[in-house]
T-cell receptor, first 116, second 111 residues
Framework: DAGVIQSPRHEVTEMGQEVTLRCKPI?????LFWYRQTMMRGLELLIY????????DSGMPEDRFSAKMPNASFSTLKIQPSEPRDSAVYFC??????????????FGQGTRLTVV | GENVEQHPSTLSVQEGDSAVIKCTYS??????FPWYKQELGKGPQLIID?????GEKKDQRIAVTLNKTAKHFSLHITETQPEDSAVYFC??????????FGAGTTVTVRA
């Protein structure tokens, strides 16, 4: 398997524009996570899905952020409108359900977002 | 929610020496404790994990210890090599698949 695939790798956009980040999880994984990484706040969980259903979106910072998972092989994280403080590296990760709960979360390479 | 604290934030060791990173967690219901390694420009990668029913786990040069009573766990890297230079993150979870990460430790192995 190619692992978790994210696109684009880098995104530079102007303040106020809509940004869409994309993720393809590992085939067969039923959990998908979106994380944001910044120097100030570290790795923060934004939202996660189980079997394409959002389970916990309490980490989503504002209504400007939304995430969807239309099928088991694709998810998007959208920011509309974007602001400079959204600049960060956004990671997608996936994992499968284990008999004893958590199993390894596999991370993608991340999308480095810069909002100017 | 779960609060994970990690120390030190930076660690410089001589090649061949050992490195130790310590983490504490706040939620006594947490039962899964993974450690991730992140290299520059890449996503975090699991290097070892431990569950609450085990006190210690070892994988070659890497070991993790867990003290549930004190709510702390540690990563030990022995015989460090230059390729061990990276940022290391501890995390904790209650088994609900949500991971709370520590702030990270930047490890530099000096040749």
């Amino acid at each position: 398997d190619a692992g978790v695939i994210q696109s684009p790798r880098h995104e530079v956009t102007e303040m106020g524009q809509e940004v869409t980040l994309r993720c393809k999880p590992i085939s067969g994984h039923d959990y998908l996570f979106w994380y944001r990484q910044t120097m100030m706040r570290g790795l923060e969980l934004l939202i996660y899905f189980n079997n394409n259903v959002p389970i916990d979106d309490s980490g989503m910072p504002e209504d400007r952020f939304s995430a969807k998972m239309p099928n088991a092989s694709f998810s998007t994280l959208k920011i509309q409108p974007s602001e400079p403080r959204d600049s960060a590296v956004y990671f997608c990760a996936s994992s499968s359900q284990g008999a004893r709960g958590n199993t390894e979360a596999f991370f993608g390479q991340g999308t480095r977002l810069t909002v100017v | 929610g779960e609060n994970v604290e990690q120390h030190p934030s930076t660690l410089s060791v001589q090649e061949g020496d050992s490195a130790v990173i310590k983490c504490t967690y706040s939620d006594s219901a947490s039962n899964y404790f993974p450690w991730y390694k992140q290299e520059l420009g890449k996503g975090p990668q699991l290097i070892i994990d431990i569950r609450s029913n085990v006190g210690e786990k070892k994988d070659q040069r890497i070991a993790v210890t867990l003290n549930k009573t004190a709510k702390h766990f540690s990563l030990h890297i022995t015989e460090t090599q230059p390729e061990d230079s990276a940022v290391y993150f501890c995390a904790a979870s209650k088994g609900d698949y949500k991971l709370s990460f520590g702030a990270g430790t930047t490890v530099t192995v000096r040749a």
